[in-house]
């Protein structure tokens, strides 16, 4: 690195706004889980919808990981810890077999 030509500050990478994102996706499932009232009931009101993960942040996160980069340990150490809370709160429910894992879940009360 040259001193006399200074970097701009770098912005957050993909991988930690894939995280903010999972992470978000997480807290939601735990709070319809500790709402105990019916499942589908969370922040659009419709009972087809609200079940759903709309965003593909887990789906990246796990390509980040399946790529072995140089921080991808880290990064698979704190999305198992997140999966782990989902699996906590969430059950399976009857999807296509070929989604992955995280698709075919659903909070529980």
């Known amino acids: 690195m040259n001193r006399h ?4 500050p770098r912005k957050d ?9 999972w992470r978000l996706e997480v807290e939601r499932a735990e709070r319809l889980h500790r709402s105990g009232g019916y499942v589908y009931r969370g922040p659009i009101g419709c009972p087809c919808c609200d079940g759903q993960i709309w965003d593909d942040s887990r789906d990246r996160l796990e390509a980040l990981i399946r790529r072995r980069g140089k921080h991808a340990h880290k990064l698979r150490v704190e999305v198992q810890r997140l999966d782990g809370r989902f699996r906590a709160v969430t059950v399976e429910r009857d999807a296509w077999a070929s989604a992955p894992w995280w698709l075919r879940r659903e909070p529980w009360d």
Do not use: T, V
């Open 5 to 8: 030509r200074p970097r701009r």
């Open 13 to 21: 990478g993909a991988a930690l706004r894939y995280l903010a994102l």
